[in-house]
Protein backbone atom coordinates (compact mmCIF):
# COMPACT_ATOMS: atom_id res chain seq x y z
CA UNK A 1 0.00 0.00 0.00
CA UNK A 2 1.04 3.48 -0.42
CA UNK A 3 1.68 5.88 2.05
CA UNK A 4 -1.16 8.73 3.05
CA UNK A 5 -1.58 11.68 1.60
CA UNK A 6 -1.77 14.30 3.86
CA UNK A 7 -4.63 16.00 5.01
CA UNK A 8 -3.73 19.64 2.69
CA UNK A 9 -3.15 17.15 -0.33
CA UNK A 10 -7.02 15.68 0.13
CA UNK A 11 -8.61 18.76 0.83
CA UNK A 12 -7.18 20.35 -2.65
CA UNK A 13 -7.61 16.99 -4.32
CA UNK A 14 -11.56 17.33 -3.18
CA UNK A 15 -11.80 20.73 -4.20
CA UNK A 16 -10.51 20.17 -7.29
CA UNK A 17 -7.79 22.44 -6.77
CA UNK A 18 -6.23 22.99 -10.48
CA UNK A 19 -2.87 23.85 -8.71
CA UNK A 20 -2.04 20.57 -7.72
CA UNK A 21 -0.30 18.79 -10.25
CA UNK A 22 -1.03 15.11 -12.27
CA UNK A 23 1.32 13.16 -10.36
CA UNK A 24 -0.17 14.15 -7.31
CA UNK A 25 -3.12 13.42 -8.43
CA UNK A 26 -2.84 10.42 -9.77
CA UNK A 27 -0.77 9.01 -6.66
CA UNK A 28 -3.80 10.15 -4.72
CA UNK A 29 -6.45 8.48 -6.82
CA UNK A 30 -4.07 5.27 -6.63
CA UNK A 31 -4.11 5.16 -2.63
CA UNK A 32 -7.76 5.75 -2.28
CA UNK A 33 -8.60 3.21 -4.26
CA UNK A 34 -7.25 0.55 -1.61
CA UNK A 35 -7.52 2.58 1.49
CA UNK A 36 -10.95 2.52 3.02
CA UNK A 37 -9.80 5.42 5.60
CA UNK A 38 -8.62 8.04 3.22
CA UNK A 39 -12.25 8.08 1.30
CA UNK A 40 -13.50 8.30 4.57
CA UNK A 41 -11.59 11.59 5.05
CA UNK A 42 -12.03 12.53 1.32
CA UNK A 43 -15.46 12.67 2.02
CA UNK A 44 -15.37 15.28 5.33
CA UNK A 45 -13.59 17.30 2.84
CA UNK A 46 -16.43 17.33 0.05
CA UNK A 47 -17.67 20.89 -0.90
CA UNK A 48 -21.30 21.00 -0.92
CA UNK A 49 -22.07 21.59 -4.15
CA UNK A 50 -20.29 18.38 -5.01
CA UNK A 51 -22.52 16.63 -2.15
CA UNK A 52 -25.67 18.04 -3.95
CA UNK A 53 -24.71 16.46 -6.83
CA UNK A 54 -23.86 13.34 -5.50
CA UNK A 55 -27.36 13.86 -3.80
CA UNK A 56 -28.87 14.18 -6.54
CA UNK A 57 -27.37 11.21 -8.58
CA UNK A 58 -28.06 9.38 -5.69
CA UNK A 59 -31.89 10.07 -5.97
CA UNK A 60 -31.99 9.62 -9.95
CA UNK A 61 -30.42 6.08 -9.98
CA UNK A 62 -33.11 4.94 -6.86
CA UNK A 63 -35.79 6.69 -9.22
CA UNK A 64 -34.38 4.79 -12.41
CA UNK A 65 -34.06 1.27 -10.40
CA UNK A 66 -38.00 1.85 -9.37
CA UNK A 67 -39.40 2.83 -12.07
CA UNK A 68 -37.45 0.24 -14.84
CA UNK A 69 -38.13 -3.70 -15.03
CA UNK A 70 -37.56 -5.92 -12.37
CA UNK A 71 -34.79 -7.87 -12.05
CA UNK A 72 -35.71 -11.36 -13.61
CA UNK A 73 -35.93 -13.83 -10.88
CA UNK A 74 -33.88 -17.27 -10.24
CA UNK A 75 -35.31 -19.82 -11.84
CA UNK A 76 -35.12 -23.33 -10.71
CA UNK A 77 -33.61 -25.76 -12.74
CA UNK A 78 -36.78 -27.84 -12.41
CA UNK A 79 -39.43 -25.37 -13.22
CA UNK A 80 -37.11 -24.91 -17.02
CA UNK A 81 -36.57 -29.00 -17.21
CA UNK A 82 -40.37 -29.71 -16.85
CA UNK A 83 -40.89 -27.69 -20.21
CA UNK A 84 -38.03 -29.29 -21.74
CA UNK A 85 -38.77 -31.48 -25.17
CA UNK A 86 -38.73 -34.76 -23.56
CA UNK A 87 -41.40 -34.33 -20.93
CA UNK A 88 -43.68 -32.97 -23.76
CA UNK A 89 -42.71 -35.52 -26.33
CA UNK A 90 -41.40 -38.39 -24.62
CA UNK A 91 -43.86 -38.87 -21.54
CA UNK A 92 -46.38 -39.97 -23.64
CA UNK A 93 -44.20 -42.90 -25.28
CA UNK A 94 -42.88 -43.71 -21.69
CA UNK A 95 -46.02 -43.91 -19.93
CA UNK A 96 -47.46 -46.10 -22.80
CA UNK A 97 -43.97 -48.54 -22.07
CA UNK A 98 -44.90 -48.59 -18.59
CA UNK A 99 -48.51 -49.68 -18.87
CA UNK A 100 -47.85 -52.14 -21.33
CA UNK A 101 -45.07 -53.61 -19.21
CA UNK A 102 -48.08 -53.20 -16.36
CA UNK A 103 -49.85 -55.46 -18.47
CA UNK A 104 -47.34 -58.32 -19.07
CA UNK A 105 -46.81 -58.32 -15.26
CA UNK A 106 -50.74 -58.68 -14.73
CA UNK A 107 -50.96 -61.16 -17.70
CA UNK A 108 -48.39 -63.30 -15.93
CA UNK A 109 -49.17 -63.28 -12.29
CA UNK A 110 -52.62 -64.12 -13.58
CA UNK A 111 -51.63 -66.84 -15.93
CA UNK A 112 -48.66 -68.53 -14.82
CA UNK A 113 -49.07 -71.36 -17.49
CA UNK A 114 -48.02 -69.15 -20.40
CA UNK A 115 -44.71 -68.29 -21.30
CA UNK A 116 -43.02 -64.91 -19.35
CA UNK A 117 -44.37 -61.97 -20.84
CA UNK A 118 -42.41 -59.77 -19.24
CA UNK A 119 -39.50 -61.66 -20.55
CA UNK A 120 -40.32 -61.66 -23.98
CA UNK A 121 -41.25 -57.95 -23.61
CA UNK A 122 -38.05 -56.60 -21.96
CA UNK A 123 -35.93 -56.37 -24.72
CA UNK A 124 -37.89 -53.94 -26.70
CA UNK A 125 -39.68 -51.83 -24.21
CA UNK A 126 -36.72 -49.28 -24.50
CA UNK A 127 -37.38 -49.08 -28.24
CA UNK A 128 -40.37 -46.79 -28.39
CA UNK A 129 -38.77 -43.94 -26.44
CA UNK A 130 -35.18 -44.77 -28.44
CA UNK A 131 -37.18 -44.23 -31.60
CA UNK A 132 -38.97 -40.52 -30.16
CA UNK A 133 -35.70 -39.40 -28.78
CA UNK A 134 -34.08 -37.97 -31.99
CA UNK A 135 -36.68 -38.11 -34.95
CA UNK A 136 -37.74 -35.04 -37.42
CA UNK A 137 -41.14 -36.14 -37.07
CA UNK A 138 -41.39 -35.41 -33.39
CA UNK A 139 -38.94 -32.99 -32.08
CA UNK A 140 -40.28 -29.66 -33.52
CA UNK A 141 -37.24 -27.74 -33.25
CA UNK A 142 -35.54 -30.27 -35.50
CA UNK A 143 -34.10 -28.04 -38.36
CA UNK A 144 -32.65 -25.58 -35.64
CA UNK A 145 -31.30 -27.90 -33.71
CA UNK A 146 -29.74 -30.36 -36.47
CA UNK A 147 -27.63 -27.41 -37.57
CA UNK A 148 -25.75 -26.86 -34.13
CA UNK A 149 -22.40 -28.39 -33.26
CA UNK A 150 -24.46 -30.26 -30.22
CA UNK A 151 -25.88 -31.90 -32.88
CA UNK A 152 -24.74 -35.64 -33.31
CA UNK A 153 -24.10 -38.87 -31.74
CA UNK A 154 -23.20 -36.90 -28.18
CA UNK A 155 -27.16 -35.67 -28.15
CA UNK A 156 -28.80 -39.29 -29.32
CA UNK A 157 -26.67 -40.78 -26.52
CA UNK A 158 -28.01 -38.25 -23.75
CA UNK A 159 -31.53 -38.56 -25.14
CA UNK A 160 -31.42 -42.42 -25.21
CA UNK A 161 -30.12 -42.03 -21.46
CA UNK A 162 -32.90 -40.14 -20.17
CA UNK A 163 -35.57 -43.00 -22.11
CA UNK A 164 -32.96 -45.59 -20.16
CA UNK A 165 -33.53 -43.80 -16.76
CA UNK A 166 -37.43 -44.27 -16.87
CA UNK A 167 -37.62 -47.84 -18.36
CA UNK A 168 -34.72 -49.38 -16.45
CA UNK A 169 -35.90 -49.09 -12.89
CA UNK A 170 -39.52 -50.18 -14.69
CA UNK A 171 -37.96 -53.02 -15.79
CA UNK A 172 -36.43 -53.91 -12.43
CA UNK A 173 -39.71 -53.41 -10.75
CA UNK A 174 -41.64 -55.83 -13.40
CA UNK A 175 -38.93 -57.94 -12.86
CA UNK A 176 -38.86 -58.18 -9.21
CA UNK A 177 -42.48 -59.02 -9.15
CA UNK A 178 -42.59 -61.34 -11.12
CA UNK A 179 -39.46 -63.42 -9.94
CA UNK A 180 -37.92 -62.66 -13.51
CA UNK A 181 -33.62 -63.10 -13.18
CA UNK A 182 -32.86 -59.27 -13.10
CA UNK A 183 -29.96 -59.84 -15.69
CA UNK A 184 -32.21 -61.20 -17.84
CA UNK A 185 -34.36 -58.52 -17.99
CA UNK A 186 -31.74 -55.42 -18.58
CA UNK A 187 -29.06 -56.93 -20.74
CA UNK A 188 -31.37 -58.03 -23.81
CA UNK A 189 -33.22 -54.40 -23.16
CA UNK A 190 -29.42 -52.80 -23.77
CA UNK A 191 -28.45 -54.56 -25.89
CA UNK A 192 -31.71 -53.91 -28.21
CA UNK A 193 -31.54 -49.90 -27.32
CA UNK A 194 -27.49 -50.01 -28.44
CA UNK A 195 -28.43 -52.05 -31.50
CA UNK A 196 -31.03 -49.94 -32.94
CA UNK A 197 -28.92 -47.12 -32.99
CA UNK A 198 -25.80 -48.86 -34.39
CA UNK A 199 -28.25 -49.88 -36.86
CA UNK A 200 -29.48 -46.26 -37.05
CA UNK A 201 -26.13 -44.79 -38.13
CA UNK A 202 -27.08 -46.71 -41.72
CA UNK A 203 -30.64 -46.59 -41.99
CA UNK A 204 -31.87 -44.05 -39.23
CA UNK A 205 -33.10 -45.10 -35.77
CA UNK A 206 -36.79 -45.20 -36.15
CA UNK A 207 -36.11 -47.62 -39.14
CA UNK A 208 -33.75 -50.00 -37.10
CA UNK A 209 -36.42 -49.83 -34.51
CA UNK A 210 -39.14 -51.06 -36.18
CA UNK A 211 -37.12 -53.54 -37.61
CA UNK A 212 -35.25 -55.01 -34.56
CA UNK A 213 -38.91 -54.84 -32.35
CA UNK A 214 -40.63 -56.72 -35.95
CA UNK A 215 -38.01 -59.35 -35.95
CA UNK A 216 -38.21 -60.14 -32.32
CA UNK A 217 -41.77 -59.98 -32.43
CA UNK A 218 -41.78 -62.85 -35.55
CA UNK A 219 -39.00 -65.03 -34.92
CA UNK A 220 -39.22 -65.20 -30.87
CA UNK A 221 -42.57 -63.51 -29.20
CA UNK A 222 -44.88 -65.15 -31.44
CA UNK A 223 -43.22 -68.87 -31.47
CA UNK A 224 -42.88 -69.01 -27.76
CA UNK A 225 -46.56 -68.33 -27.30
CA UNK A 226 -47.70 -70.30 -29.72
CA UNK A 227 -45.21 -73.68 -28.55
CA UNK A 228 -45.68 -71.95 -24.77
CA UNK A 229 -41.66 -72.33 -24.37
CA UNK A 230 -39.60 -70.24 -23.17
CA UNK A 231 -37.32 -69.84 -26.43
CA UNK A 232 -33.43 -70.99 -26.18
CA UNK A 233 -32.22 -67.11 -25.91
CA UNK A 234 -34.04 -66.32 -23.06
CA UNK A 235 -32.92 -69.46 -21.10
CA UNK A 236 -30.93 -67.92 -17.87
CA UNK A 237 -27.53 -68.95 -19.03
CA UNK A 238 -28.20 -66.20 -22.07
CA UNK A 239 -27.08 -63.08 -19.92
CA UNK A 240 -23.44 -63.08 -20.71
CA UNK A 241 -24.50 -63.76 -23.96
CA UNK A 242 -26.66 -60.64 -24.54
CA UNK A 243 -23.99 -58.41 -22.16
CA UNK A 244 -21.58 -59.41 -24.89
CA UNK A 245 -24.07 -58.40 -27.89
CA UNK A 246 -24.78 -54.82 -25.87
CA UNK A 247 -21.07 -54.11 -25.60
CA UNK A 248 -20.42 -54.89 -29.52
CA UNK A 249 -23.12 -53.07 -30.44
CA UNK A 250 -21.69 -50.26 -28.15
CA UNK A 251 -18.55 -50.62 -29.78
CA UNK A 252 -20.04 -50.69 -33.17
CA UNK A 253 -21.66 -47.42 -32.25
CA UNK A 254 -18.59 -45.53 -30.99
CA UNK A 255 -17.03 -46.37 -33.79
CA UNK A 256 -19.36 -44.97 -36.33
CA UNK A 257 -20.06 -41.72 -34.37
CA UNK A 258 -18.92 -39.09 -37.67
CA UNK A 259 -22.45 -41.33 -39.07
CA UNK A 260 -24.50 -39.12 -36.83
CA UNK A 261 -23.42 -35.65 -37.42
CA UNK A 262 -26.48 -35.08 -39.89
CA UNK A 263 -29.70 -35.98 -38.82
CA UNK A 264 -30.65 -39.04 -41.64
CA UNK A 265 -33.62 -38.87 -43.90
CA UNK A 266 -34.39 -41.90 -42.32
CA UNK A 267 -35.09 -39.58 -39.06
CA UNK B 1 -21.54 -3.57 -25.24
CA UNK B 2 -19.36 -6.91 -24.84
CA UNK B 3 -16.13 -7.07 -24.57
CA UNK B 4 -14.07 -8.63 -27.65
CA UNK B 5 -11.24 -11.80 -27.26
CA UNK B 6 -8.38 -12.17 -29.23
CA UNK B 7 -9.72 -14.42 -31.08
CA UNK B 8 -12.14 -12.50 -32.98
CA UNK B 9 -9.67 -10.27 -34.50
CA UNK B 10 -7.17 -12.65 -35.04
CA UNK B 11 -7.00 -12.60 -39.24
CA UNK B 12 -8.78 -15.15 -40.63
CA UNK B 13 -6.95 -17.95 -42.38
CA UNK B 14 -9.58 -18.58 -45.02
CA UNK B 15 -10.59 -16.02 -48.57
CA UNK B 16 -13.85 -16.68 -48.62
CA UNK B 17 -16.61 -16.38 -45.41
CA UNK B 18 -18.58 -19.21 -47.75
CA UNK B 19 -17.11 -21.30 -50.09
CA UNK B 20 -19.35 -23.55 -52.79
CA UNK B 21 -18.00 -25.26 -55.99
CA UNK B 22 -20.00 -27.02 -58.49
CA UNK B 23 -22.29 -27.87 -55.09
CA UNK B 24 -25.14 -30.23 -55.67
CA UNK B 25 -28.12 -30.51 -53.25
CA UNK B 26 -31.02 -32.68 -53.64
CA UNK B 27 -34.18 -31.98 -52.13
CA UNK B 28 -35.74 -35.39 -51.88
CA UNK B 29 -35.11 -37.13 -55.07
CA UNK B 30 -34.88 -33.78 -56.87
CA UNK B 31 -31.85 -31.77 -57.33
CA UNK B 32 -32.36 -28.39 -56.21
CA UNK B 33 -29.22 -26.80 -56.39
CA UNK B 34 -27.51 -27.88 -59.74
CA UNK B 35 -23.90 -26.83 -59.53
CA UNK B 36 -23.65 -23.56 -57.98
CA UNK B 37 -20.60 -21.51 -57.56
CA UNK B 38 -21.08 -19.08 -54.75
CA UNK B 39 -17.93 -17.10 -53.01
CA UNK B 40 -19.03 -14.73 -49.82
CA UNK B 41 -17.25 -12.49 -47.66
CA UNK B 42 -18.14 -10.29 -44.84
CA UNK B 43 -20.89 -8.10 -46.10
CA UNK B 44 -24.62 -8.71 -46.33
CA UNK B 45 -25.75 -11.08 -49.23
CA UNK B 46 -29.03 -11.23 -50.63
CA UNK B 47 -30.46 -14.43 -52.06
CA UNK B 48 -33.14 -13.74 -54.20
CA UNK B 49 -34.79 -16.18 -56.93
CA UNK B 50 -38.46 -17.27 -58.20
CA UNK B 51 -40.64 -20.14 -55.97
CA UNK B 52 -38.79 -23.36 -56.23
CA UNK B 53 -35.07 -21.94 -57.53
CA UNK B 54 -33.54 -24.07 -54.68
CA UNK B 55 -32.94 -21.13 -51.90
CA UNK B 56 -34.54 -23.02 -49.03
CA UNK B 57 -32.38 -26.21 -50.28
CA UNK B 58 -29.02 -24.14 -50.79
CA UNK B 59 -29.53 -22.59 -47.07
CA UNK B 60 -30.34 -25.85 -45.69
CA UNK B 61 -26.89 -27.15 -47.32
CA UNK B 62 -24.98 -24.22 -46.15
CA UNK B 63 -26.16 -24.72 -42.48
CA UNK B 64 -24.91 -28.00 -42.13
CA UNK B 65 -28.13 -29.66 -42.14
CA UNK B 66 -28.57 -31.33 -45.39
CA UNK B 67 -25.47 -33.39 -46.73
CA UNK B 68 -24.27 -32.04 -50.88
CA UNK B 69 -24.71 -34.82 -52.73
CA UNK B 70 -21.83 -33.47 -54.76
CA UNK B 71 -19.12 -30.65 -55.28
CA UNK B 72 -17.26 -28.79 -52.89
CA UNK B 73 -18.66 -26.69 -49.69
CA UNK B 74 -16.34 -24.94 -47.40
CA UNK B 75 -17.60 -22.40 -44.36
CA UNK B 76 -15.08 -20.74 -42.61
CA UNK B 77 -12.12 -22.57 -44.04
CA UNK B 78 -13.71 -25.90 -42.84
CA UNK B 79 -14.72 -28.55 -45.33
CA UNK B 80 -18.20 -29.34 -44.64
CA UNK B 81 -19.32 -31.43 -47.44
CA UNK B 82 -18.89 -35.15 -47.21
CA UNK B 83 -18.05 -36.85 -43.73
CA UNK B 84 -16.00 -34.14 -42.08
CA UNK B 85 -16.31 -32.86 -38.70
CA UNK B 86 -18.71 -30.43 -38.57
CA UNK B 87 -18.44 -28.75 -35.11
CA UNK B 88 -15.49 -26.28 -35.40
CA UNK B 89 -18.12 -24.66 -38.51
CA UNK B 90 -21.31 -25.24 -36.74
CA UNK B 91 -19.96 -23.13 -33.48
CA UNK B 92 -19.82 -20.34 -36.39
CA UNK B 93 -22.94 -20.34 -38.06
CA UNK B 94 -26.22 -18.75 -37.05
CA UNK B 95 -29.20 -19.89 -39.08
CA UNK B 96 -32.73 -19.29 -38.99
CA UNK B 97 -35.09 -21.78 -41.06
CA UNK B 98 -38.23 -20.86 -43.47
CA UNK B 99 -40.64 -23.08 -40.69
CA UNK B 100 -39.06 -22.97 -37.75
CA UNK B 101 -40.36 -25.31 -35.15
CA UNK B 102 -40.16 -24.90 -31.61
CA UNK B 103 -40.87 -26.11 -27.96
CA UNK B 104 -43.96 -23.66 -27.17
CA UNK B 105 -43.80 -24.18 -23.03
CA UNK B 106 -40.21 -22.23 -23.88
CA UNK B 107 -40.33 -18.81 -22.32
CA UNK B 108 -38.16 -16.34 -25.06
CA UNK B 109 -35.31 -16.69 -23.14
CA UNK B 110 -35.27 -20.51 -22.42
CA UNK B 111 -35.70 -20.85 -25.52
CA UNK B 112 -32.54 -18.87 -26.68
CA UNK B 113 -30.83 -20.05 -23.25
CA UNK B 114 -31.24 -23.43 -25.03
CA UNK B 115 -29.75 -22.62 -28.16
CA UNK B 116 -27.31 -20.65 -27.05
CA UNK B 117 -25.76 -23.92 -24.97
CA UNK B 118 -26.35 -26.54 -28.07
CA UNK B 119 -23.93 -23.85 -29.27
CA UNK B 120 -21.34 -24.40 -27.37
CA UNK B 121 -21.55 -20.48 -25.93
CA UNK B 122 -19.33 -20.90 -22.72
CA UNK B 123 -22.03 -21.53 -20.14
CA UNK B 124 -21.01 -18.46 -17.85
CA UNK B 125 -21.50 -16.45 -20.76
CA UNK B 126 -25.04 -17.61 -21.69
CA UNK B 127 -27.47 -15.26 -19.69
CA UNK B 128 -25.70 -12.06 -21.23
CA UNK B 129 -25.87 -13.35 -24.75
CA UNK B 130 -29.07 -14.58 -24.45
CA UNK B 131 -30.37 -10.88 -23.01
CA UNK B 132 -28.44 -9.12 -25.60
CA UNK B 133 -29.50 -10.86 -28.46
CA UNK B 134 -32.94 -10.56 -27.32
CA UNK B 135 -32.51 -6.87 -26.83
CA UNK B 136 -30.94 -6.16 -30.23
CA UNK B 137 -34.25 -7.86 -31.94
CA UNK B 138 -36.82 -6.03 -29.61
CA UNK B 139 -38.19 -8.62 -27.90
CA UNK B 140 -36.93 -7.25 -24.17
CA UNK B 141 -40.55 -6.95 -22.86
CA UNK B 142 -41.60 -10.14 -24.05
CA UNK B 143 -38.15 -12.37 -22.80
CA UNK B 144 -40.29 -14.02 -20.10
CA UNK B 145 -43.45 -14.74 -21.67
CA UNK B 146 -44.07 -18.26 -22.98
CA UNK B 147 -43.24 -18.72 -27.09
CA UNK B 148 -46.70 -20.67 -27.26
CA UNK B 149 -48.32 -16.67 -26.41
CA UNK B 150 -46.53 -14.42 -29.19
CA UNK B 151 -47.81 -13.04 -32.45
CA UNK B 152 -46.02 -14.80 -35.36
CA UNK B 153 -43.88 -11.59 -35.69
CA UNK B 154 -42.40 -11.70 -32.26
CA UNK B 155 -41.67 -15.97 -32.80
CA UNK B 156 -39.82 -14.38 -36.15
CA UNK B 157 -37.74 -12.28 -33.84
CA UNK B 158 -37.02 -14.97 -30.97
CA UNK B 159 -35.85 -17.20 -34.44
CA UNK B 160 -33.37 -13.86 -35.46
CA UNK B 161 -32.29 -13.75 -31.76
CA UNK B 162 -31.38 -17.19 -31.14
CA UNK B 163 -29.45 -17.36 -34.79
CA UNK B 164 -27.79 -14.72 -33.42
CA UNK B 165 -27.06 -15.22 -29.65
CA UNK B 166 -23.06 -16.74 -30.65
CA UNK B 167 -22.15 -13.94 -32.86
CA UNK B 168 -21.76 -16.36 -35.82
CA UNK B 169 -19.41 -15.48 -38.64
CA UNK B 170 -21.52 -16.58 -41.22
CA UNK B 171 -25.59 -15.99 -40.22
CA UNK B 172 -28.16 -17.67 -42.88
CA UNK B 173 -31.44 -16.21 -42.69
CA UNK B 174 -34.09 -17.44 -44.37
CA UNK B 175 -37.57 -15.80 -45.63
CA UNK B 176 -36.37 -13.50 -42.14
CA UNK B 177 -38.73 -10.59 -42.50
CA UNK B 178 -42.24 -12.42 -42.98
CA UNK B 179 -44.83 -11.70 -40.36
CA UNK B 180 -42.72 -8.31 -40.14
CA UNK B 181 -44.31 -4.97 -39.50
CA UNK B 182 -43.25 -2.25 -41.98
CA UNK B 183 -41.58 -0.61 -38.94
CA UNK B 184 -40.01 -3.77 -37.36
CA UNK B 185 -38.32 -4.10 -40.98
CA UNK B 186 -36.58 -0.73 -41.09
CA UNK B 187 -34.95 -1.71 -37.66
CA UNK B 188 -34.34 -5.04 -38.97
CA UNK B 189 -32.54 -3.78 -41.78
CA UNK B 190 -30.60 -1.43 -39.38
CA UNK B 191 -29.63 -4.72 -37.22
CA UNK B 192 -28.57 -6.08 -40.40
CA UNK B 193 -25.94 -3.99 -41.59
CA UNK B 194 -24.64 -3.85 -38.23
CA UNK B 195 -24.18 -7.61 -38.19
CA UNK B 196 -22.84 -7.24 -41.88
CA UNK B 197 -19.97 -5.02 -40.69
CA UNK B 198 -17.73 -8.04 -39.48
CA UNK B 199 -19.95 -11.22 -40.45
CA UNK B 200 -21.05 -12.83 -43.67
CA UNK B 201 -24.84 -12.54 -43.57
CA UNK B 202 -26.95 -14.41 -46.30
CA UNK B 203 -30.70 -13.60 -46.54
CA UNK B 204 -32.77 -15.15 -48.59
CA UNK B 205 -36.11 -13.29 -49.60
CA UNK B 206 -38.26 -12.69 -52.09
CA UNK B 207 -38.94 -8.70 -51.32
CA UNK B 208 -36.60 -7.17 -54.43
CA UNK B 209 -36.77 -3.72 -52.43
CA UNK B 210 -35.40 -5.44 -49.02
CA UNK B 211 -32.64 -6.29 -50.75
CA UNK B 212 -31.47 -3.55 -52.55
CA UNK B 213 -32.30 -1.32 -49.18
CA UNK B 214 -30.24 -3.76 -46.76
CA UNK B 215 -27.64 -5.55 -49.09
CA UNK B 216 -24.26 -5.32 -50.06
CA UNK B 217 -24.59 -7.77 -52.86
CA UNK B 218 -27.28 -9.63 -54.62
CA UNK B 219 -27.52 -12.76 -55.87
CA UNK B 220 -29.96 -14.49 -58.26
CA UNK B 221 -30.52 -17.77 -58.11
CA UNK B 222 -32.86 -19.52 -61.06
CA UNK B 223 -33.65 -23.70 -60.87
CA UNK B 224 -30.44 -24.19 -58.62
CA UNK B 225 -27.89 -22.19 -60.82
CA UNK B 226 -26.34 -18.97 -60.29
CA UNK B 227 -27.25 -16.47 -62.45
CA UNK B 228 -26.11 -13.33 -61.03
CA UNK B 229 -23.83 -11.60 -58.50
CA UNK B 230 -23.16 -8.23 -57.85
CA UNK B 231 -23.98 -5.05 -55.93
CA UNK B 232 -27.86 -3.63 -56.18
CA UNK B 233 -26.75 -0.58 -58.66
CA UNK B 234 -25.71 -3.73 -61.26
CA UNK B 235 -29.05 -5.46 -60.55
CA UNK B 236 -31.05 -1.96 -61.11
CA UNK B 237 -28.34 -1.38 -64.39
CA UNK B 238 -29.58 -4.87 -66.33
CA UNK B 239 -33.56 -3.19 -65.77
CA UNK B 240 -35.30 -1.49 -69.12
CA UNK B 241 -38.14 0.45 -69.09
CA UNK B 242 -40.18 -1.86 -70.92
CA UNK B 243 -38.76 -4.94 -68.01
CA UNK B 244 -41.84 -6.50 -65.81
CA UNK B 245 -41.68 -4.49 -62.25
CA UNK B 246 -42.70 -1.01 -60.47
CA UNK B 247 -39.26 -0.38 -59.21
CA UNK B 248 -35.56 -0.06 -61.25
CA UNK B 249 -34.77 -2.58 -59.23
CA UNK B 250 -37.58 -5.20 -59.94
CA UNK B 251 -37.09 -4.23 -63.53
CA UNK B 252 -33.46 -5.58 -63.39
CA UNK B 253 -34.26 -8.63 -61.51
CA UNK B 254 -37.22 -9.62 -64.50
CA UNK B 255 -34.65 -8.56 -67.05
CA UNK B 256 -31.91 -11.38 -65.57
CA UNK B 257 -34.32 -13.74 -65.52
CA UNK B 258 -36.20 -13.58 -68.68
CA UNK B 259 -32.33 -13.79 -70.00
CA UNK B 260 -31.44 -16.47 -67.88
CA UNK B 261 -34.94 -18.68 -68.88
CA UNK B 262 -34.24 -17.36 -72.79
CA UNK B 263 -30.40 -18.50 -72.55
CA UNK B 264 -31.08 -22.07 -71.06
CA UNK B 265 -33.90 -22.56 -73.34
Known amino acids: MTTHPDAGV?????????????????????????????????????????????????AGIDRGIADGPSPVPRRRAWSAASRRWFVVTLAP?????????????????????????VLLLAPVAPLPGVAVAWNRRTDPAWELIAGTPAAGLGMLLRRTAVVLAVVVPLLAVAGARTGAPLALMLFPS?????????????????????????????????????????????????????????????????????????????? | MRTISAAETAPATYAWAVHAEQLRVKAGRHLAVDGLDLRLQTGV?????????????????LATVLKPSGGQLTLLG?????????????????????????????????????MAWLKEVPKPAIPGAAQRAIERVGLTAKADAKMKTLS?????????????????????????????????????????????????????????????????????????????????EALIAHGDQGDAGFSPAERGYSALLRRHRGGVA
Open chain 1, 10 to 58: LARYAEGDPALDEANVWSVETHLETCADCRGHLAGHAPDDTLALLERVA
Open chain 1, 93 to 117: WLTMTAAVLGCAVLLQLGMPELPSL
Open chain 1, 190 to 267: LAFTAASIALGALIGVRRAVLVLAAVWSLAVVLPSLVTSELPVVLHPGGAAGWALAACAMAALTAARADLFRRLSSGN
Open chain 2, 45 to 61: HGLLGPNGAGKTTLMRA
Open chain 2, 78 to 114: ETVSGRADLRRARRGLGYLPQDFGFYPRFTVREFVEY
Open chain 2, 152 to 232: GGMVRRAGIAQAIVNDPQVLLLDEPTVGLDPEQRLDFRDLLADIGVDSCVLVSTHLVEDVVAACTDVILMSEGKLVFQGGP
